[in-house]
């Protein structure tokens, strides 16, 4: 199961409430929590983050029926016993270091991380497709 940025969030909440089994995934740039995911996102326009992202988590959330601040990727991580994959670029303007970090330090299955030196907030399939094939195939072999 593979997914890349808020999809990597939807893949670690599909596995600690959806119900879903699978033999491992790949977390493409996960982000630890929608409020920081929406921080970024004020930041990238050049508009404050507080108060707006706040704001925003909590009127969204609301108006369609959800806490927004226990929206927490970083947390849902724990629930992985699979075998993970999180991929990250070294320069991503949208997901910081510590979010990655705290993704994979909860992952409870085994796991391996792997970085992009150059790269940002991209499809690294795309933009690295060597490299990101070679992982791939690593993480598939040792599985």
Known sequence: M??????????LKAVKDGGVK???????APF??????????????????VPLAGMVVFWGGAIHG??????????????VHVPAM???GERDERVDRWEIDAVYG??????RLVTFPD??????LSR???EWTAALREFIKAE
């Not at 630890?32 to 929406?38: D, E, F, G, I, R």
């Not at 959800?66 to 629930?79: E, L």
Request: glycine residues 12%.
């Open 106 to 111: 909860n992952l409870a299955g085994e796991k």
């Open 119 to 124: 790269a940002g907030h991209v499809n690294f």
């Open 2 to 11: 593979l997914g890349t940025s808020l999809g990597a969030a939807a893949v």
């Open 128 to 130: 690295y497709r060597p």
């Open 66 to 79: 959800f806490w927004g601040f226990g929206h927490r990727p970083a947390t849902d991580a724990k629930s």
């Open 22 to 28: 699978p033999s491992g995934i790949i977390l493409e």
């Open 32 to 49: 630890a929590t929608l409020y920081a995911a929406t921080c970024a996102r004020f930041r990238a326009v050049g508009a404050p983050e």
């Open 86 to 88: 999180v991929l990250y």
